[in-house]
């Protein structure tokens, strides 16, 4: 057997294992995705006014540490086999995820860019958990890499059309690259690091399908913070550039001096008075 060949086993899956992964791991990644876009979305509405303050900013670092002691709660749960506690931690986290991105929301006008990005997760998901439920038994199976590729390119397709529309993109040759990249990015992990997760029954608790959605789901917030950095150093970028007073950048008029949502607010009351 050659090195390509053994390679490409190692993301053949036997019927047991598609099964586990199309029927219990993707529906639950699926499922925590659409609680960080409901999180963010509520998150994002009801904060909308908060002002900075030393009190807010203790609140707001002790809120990140209790994600991270979920995440170690739900894996340790999971090396256990608790279920229905992993299950609990897990839907706490991922709301609780949508609001790790108050500050970007309350304090500049990216509030669209941040639903976008919340959403290319969910839509990266729904296109992994589809090509599973279209192809069952053929998912990852060998002689069947032509359906993948198709299903794929016409899930991305479907996904950029209805971002395109829901979020009004105007700046095709910046966001749509942009978008394609982290729907691939999400949905290549899964796919890839997911079958490889789930062929591998080497480590202490590889046996149990929780622990393995664990790892996928690791992954992929590791991803997502490689993403959350290099967004924060483009939006240093921007400040020192407005800082620098360079008038031939145009940022679309970012406001720095307050909450975005507020301003709509106060000028929507205004307009009504």
């Not at 729904?126 to 998912?139: D, E, H, Q, T």
């Not at 199976?141 to 299903?151: N, P, R, S, T, V």
């Not at 997502?224 to 145009?250: E, H, P, Q």
């Amino acid at each position: 057997m050659s090195i390509h060949e053994k390679k490409k086993k190692n993301y053949i899956l036997d019927d047991a294992q598609r099964a586990i992964f199309v029927r219990k791991i993707l529906p639950t990644l699926l499922m925590g995705s659409l609680l960080w876009l409901l999180g963010e979305l509520l998150s994002s509405w009801y904060f909308s006014d908060i002002e900075l303050s030393p009190f807010y900013l203790v609140i707001y670092i002790t809120f990140l540490a209790i994600e991270v002691f979920l995440y170690f709660g739900f894996l340790i749960a999971s090396k256990r086999e608790k279920t229905l506690l992993v299950f609990l931690l897990y839907g706490i986290f991922s709301y609780g995820a949508g609001f790790i991105t108050l500050p970007v929301v309350v304090y500049t006008e990216f509030l669209p860019q941040v639903h976008m990005f919340v959403s290319l997760s969910v839509g990266a998901t729904v296109i992994v958990f589809l090509m599973g439920l279209a192809l069952r038994n053929k998912y990852f199976a060998k002689g069947y890499l032509w359906a993948h590729i198709f299903l794929y390119l016409l899930g991305i397709l479907i996904v950029e059309i209805i971002f395109i529309y829901i979020f009004n993109i105007h700046n095709f040759l910046l966001t749509v690259p942009i978008s394609i990249a982290y729907i691939c990015v999400v949905a290549l992990i899964i796919m890839f690091y997911g079958a490889k997760v789930m062929k591998k029954d080497q480590r202490k608790y590889d046996h149990i399908w929780l622990y393995k959605f664990v790892r996928i789901q690791g992954i992929l917030i590791l991803a997502l913070i490689i993403a959350v950095v290099i967004v924060i150093i483009v939006l240093i970028i921007i400040v020192i550039a407005i800082i620098c007073g360079d008038s031939s950048v145009d940022f679309g008029n970012v406001s720095w001096s307050g909450s975005g949502i507020s301003k709509k607010k106060k000028d929507m009351n205004l307009q009504i008075t």
